[in-house]
Structure formats: C-alpha cells, structure tokens
C-alpha cells in the first residue's frame, strides 16, 4: 500500500517548456489535490478534484492545468513553465470532499531556469 | 473565503517543556481542524484532527483544543523531544467546497 505516489521526485525545466506532473493513489479516494508549498507561504491549493470527473480552481491556478484521469490518477501540467513556478509540488487525496484527512505524497521539487 | 493564521513563525522550546501553538480562522462555520508534521524535506503528515462537536482531543504526548465562540484552536505538545522539532501545519474546513485551508506554518525548535 503506497498511498500518494508522486513522479518525478525532482525536474529542472528551462523557461517555456512544458511538462505533467503525475500522481497516483491507491487508497480508493474520490477527491485529489494539487498543492504548491513556498518558503514562507504554506501549502496554497493549486486545483482540486472533489471526485472523478469533476476538477476546480483552487487560490493559485494561473499556468496550471489539471486532469482527473480515472478515480486513482490526478495530473497536472504547465504549459509554459515560468521561473515563479519554481515550487515543491504535493499532490494529496482524501477519502470525500471535505471534512476528511488529506493524505500526502512525498512532493515533486520542480526548478526553472 | 477561510483565513487561516499562525502566530508566531517560530517557536524554541527546551526539551522536555511544553510547546502550545495557536491558530485563528475567519469562517464561523468551519468545522473541521487538522494539524499537519513537516520534517525538513519531508511531506506533510497528519498528526491529529479534531471536529467542531468536539473541545479537546487527545493522542499521547498530542492534544488539540478548540474555542468555537474565539475561533481558535491549539495544538498542545507535551514533554517535547528533539524528533518534535518540525513545521506544524494548521488547517480548516467548512465541508462546504471541500477546500482545506492551510495557515503559513510555524517553525518548532526543541533545543537539547
């Protein structure tokens, strides 16, 4: 039982270039979250996915896309990545929307030059 | 929206002592309070939780109160030892549109 995995664990990009971030549960979760962490800045929530089929904005979605593949896969894509898009990306899960434990996975450092 | 806040940033502690750390949230109807661990490079790990129809919880060397009517809520963290040394998290949620809203961190020391 692996909970949240996250690949890759580590990416350096150039400005422009675009790139998916993958994550996967296998908790059987129905609601998936992308968040990026900043010093200083906490863990703000980059979209979310309250169940399968359905994604939402979170407070930072600027340059960010998301796709609920099925109910155990959760992506998310920059189309052209930017030097303020240099973040530590968690995706999370929950068993249903709200109210219920966030699970972690270990985090994708994403670096752009 | 929630706003959620921690004060202050930091916390030093001698090992052994109790380290007490608070949140505000605007949202009268949040109804659900997380407190998440970060370890350096490590992911955010639920320590403990704790529902609106509850004042305090307890878990070993863990408890979270919450003051409704204040909208505050703290962790407390008893006979600290150097591993308790970590970002502590607080979060809140109204059920509503299933956000957690997280608070910037506070950055606990526990000095040998």
């Known amino acids: 039982n692996a909970g949240v995995t996250q690949t890759p664990k580590f990416q350096v990009l150039k400005t422009g270039q675009s790139m998916t971030l993958q994550c996967a549960q296998d908790?059987?979760?129905?609601?998936m979250y992308w968040y990026r962490q900043d010093p200083g800045m906490g863990l703000r929530l980059i979209y979310y996915?309250?169940?399968?089929?359905?994604?939402d904005k979170g407070e930072v979605p600027n340059g960010y896309n998301v796709s609920r593949l099925n109910k155990r896969e959760f992506s998310l894509r920059l189309e052209s990545a930017a030097p303020s898009q240099t973040s530590v990306y968690f995706c999370?899960?929950?068993?249903?929307?709200?109210?219920?434990?966030?699970?972690f996975g270990d985090g994708t450092r994403l670096s752009i030059l | 929206g929630e706003n959620v806040e921690q004060h202050p940033s930091t916390l030093s502690v001698q090992e052994g002592d109790s380290a007490v750390i608070k949140c505000t949230y605007s949202?009268?109807?949040?109804?659900?309070f997380p407190w998440y661990k970060q370890e350096l490079g490590k992911r955010p790990q639920l320590i403990i939780d704790?529902?609106?129809?509850?004042g305090e919880k307890k878990d070993q060397r863990i408890a979270v109160t919450l003051n409704k009517t204040a909208k505050h809520f703290s962790l407390h963290i008893t006979e600290t030892q150097p591993e308790d040394s970590a970002v502590y998290f607080c979060?809140?949620?109204?059920?509503?549109?299933?956000?957690?809203?997280f608070g910037k961190g506070i950055t606990l020391s526990v000095r040998p």
């Open positions: 999370a899960s929950s068993e249903s929307p709200g109210n219920q434990p966030q699970h």
């Open positions: 908790m059987n979760h129905n609601s």
């Open positions: 996915s309250a169940s399968e089929g359905t994604t």
């Open positions: 949202d009268s109807a949040s109804n659900y």
């Open positions: 704790i529902r609106s129809n509850v």
């Open positions: 979060a809140a949620s109204n059920g509503a549109n299933s956000k957690l809203t």
